[in-house]
């Protein structure tokens, strides 16, 4: 999923597997949220990861965010026409007490050229402008040309 709440102060837009669009928020989108989150992971638990993320490293690196994963081809056919690209948020506490995770950054888009079959890559993603605080945790999305997430991972 990925929100754009808080860019250019437009409407808020979640999208969903690079194509389900639901625009608007307020009190009653977490119910539009997590039916259009069930529906999909419903469909996706029949058809297992051509791909696997490994947990790698978020480091304060000179000042700025970094992550270091290692992508891994799970099928046996060769990985390609993906992109990996990193989520940089920060849970934040509001004066009513809750607690919500904020976008802050998004690092630029990594191609992946070609996996093959059981084969591994490492990647680092880097946010260039974002400086480092130890409240940020990092998702890592690897995606499809078409903009389907094949998979995610937390990195911190």
Known sequence: ??????????????IF??????????ATTYAVYNDKVAGILSQQALQPSQ????KGSVINSNGRVRANVTLTNTSNNPLQNVSLYAVIYESVVFADGTRHN????????????????GGSQSYQLQHNSLSYNDKY??????????GQIIQAIKAK
């Open 1 to 14: 999923m990925f929100n754009t709440y808080y860019v250019n102060n437009q409407t808020p837009l979640a």
């Open 17 to 26: 597997n690079g194509s389900i669009r639901v625009y608007g928020g307020g």
């Open 51 to 54: 791909a696997s993320l490994s």
């Open 102 to 117: 904020v976008v802050r950054g998004v690092t630029q888009t990594t191609s992946v050229v070609s996996i093959s079959a």
């Open 137 to 146: 945790g990092v998702v890592v999305i690897l995606k499809s040309g078409s």
